[in-house]
């Protein structure tokens, strides 16, 4: 996390001191760091050097709208799942033209939203949905540009809950499916054919998956080109993995030479697409809470903090590590093993099992690489309000969103008459 640092024993996001932002926006809150998100843009970006390319951030990992227009002002273009994250990037000042839109259950509203409003790819999940697509399409008067999402069926050996790119996932169409679906797209009126998609799965470590996968797709573009359909971009999806926990995932720059190195082996010289949302948020994020009280137990004893499953989702619901550090290391309190739980009443709310934390009561610890899949995927549960999300440039903080009220909670409910 380079730019979370201590400075006299105190956790500073960039110039700023992270107690002076509990002080100011309260706990829990996420922060983050633009010059984090800049950085790991630029590194993948930076690694194509003169290849043709377009970075499609997925908007899933972190959709605040102060992130999008970050990676907008770069020229970024996005991966969304949803009407909401279109307009989303629409609102932060995204090129829909650098607009790639996946997921396997698009509605008639969310396609006929996304073809006015000209997405470069709109990338199909199955038969069924590339009907779809042609029929709104043609309602519309106009043409859809359309990559099918292929499943290579290839194992990207992560947790079985992001794994997408195997046989029995619901993502993608199988390969020898996407032959005759491409045959079939080619003979729609109201479809471009424009590209091939692949995404197999989330916090990869390794090159040899997306090489794998790579060879695959590069075997059914030649067979498409050999029946006169010519494929334009290569989407690559995302998938790169980041440092939780001591992860050696591979760094951008090989990453990216490993896609270019096997596309320029095969003598195929198209743009790559690539779809990276973790590797450009998750590091650039902490979510800071307070310690509300010590337990001891005879068996345990318990950090317990003001932050919860709610709030931060991922251990609870994949077992994933987040380190947990002190904002401030400046203590006299001696080291103990805490599990750090949260107030949510369950007992999976745990955001880290047997931690060694020097703290007390009124403490501020900071849940580290929290910045990718943390807010997007919080929630009211026990009706607990959503946390602000604060951005840090330099020594400036902006607050990106505010912290959720008590009254919205209800907002929207009825009584009966
Ligand atoms: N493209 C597609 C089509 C995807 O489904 C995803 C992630 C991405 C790109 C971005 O993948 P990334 O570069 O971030 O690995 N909530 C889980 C992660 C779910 C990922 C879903 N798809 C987590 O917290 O680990």
């Known amino acids: 996390m380079t730019f979370f640092n201590y400075r006299d024993g105190e956790l500073h996001a960039e110039q700023i001191s992270l107690s002076s932002i509990a002080k100011q926006c309260g706990t829990p809150c996420y922060v983050y760091s633009r010059a984090a998100f800049e950085t790991q843009w630029h590194s993948l970006n930076d690694a194509f050097d003169d290849h043709p390319h377009t970075i499609f951030y997925a908007v899933k990992a972190n959709s605040n709208v102060a992130v999008l227009n970050i990676l907008a002002r770069l020229g970024s273009g996005f991966d969304i799942v ?42 199909i999940e199955s038969v069924a949905e590339l009907d779809r697509v042609q029929e709104v ?38 390969m020898e499916a996407a032959f005759e679906a491409y045959k079939k797209a080619a003979q729609m009126p109201n479809i471009d054919v424009h590209g091939v998609a692949c995404h197999i799965g989330s916090q990869i470590t390794k090159t040899s998956p997306f ?33 939780y926990q001591g992860e050696t995932p591979p760094s951008a720059a090989d990453y990216v030479k490993s896609m270019v190195d096997g596309i320029k082996a095969q003598d195929i010289d198209l743009p790559i697409g690539i779809e990276p949302g973790r590797y450009i948020a998750g590091n650039s994020g902490v979510m800071l809470t307070e310690v509300e009280y010590l337990k001891h ?30 904002v401030n290391k400046n203590t006299d309190e001696t080291a103990k093993t805490y599990d750090v739980v949260g107030p949510v009443c369950e007992s999976a709310d745990v955001l880290g099992y047997d931690r060694t934390l020097k703290v007390k009561a009124g403490d501020l610890l900071a849940v580290c690489s ?12 026990n009706s607990r309000p959503r946390p602000p999300e604060i951005m840090v440039d330099g020594d400036d903080m902006h607050i990106v969103r505010r912290r959720e009220t008590l009254d919205e909670l209800t907002q929207g409910e009825a009584i009966l008459p």
């Open 297 to 326: 137990n005879d068996s345990k004893s318990f950090a317990i903090v003001d932050a919860g499953m709610n709030d931060l989702l991922r251990p609870s619901l994949y077992q994933a590590h987040h380190e947990i550090i002190p």
């Open 370 to 381: 929290a910045g990718a899949y943390g807010y997007v995927m919080s929630g009211n549960y």
């Open 82 to 123: 949803s009407e909401g994250e279109l307009r989303r990037v629409l609102k932060a000042g995204g090129d829909p033209a650098k607009v790639v839109f996946s997921g396997v259950a698009k509605s008639r509203a969310e396609l006929a939203f996304a073809i006015s409003n000209k997405v470069r790819s709109i990338n």
């Open 211 to 243: 090489t794998d996968a790579l060879t695959i797709v590069l075997d059914l573009v030649k067979r498409l080109a050999k029946e006169g359909i010519q494929i334009k971009q290569l989407d690559l999806g995302g998938g790169l993995g980041i440092d």
């Open 137 to 174: 399409a043609a309602e519309l008067n106009t043409t859809a540009s359309i990559a099918i999402r292929v499943n290579p069926n290839v194992d990207p050996e992560t947790h079985p809950y992001i794994s997408t790119g195997m046989e029995k996932a619901k993502f993608g169409v199988t």
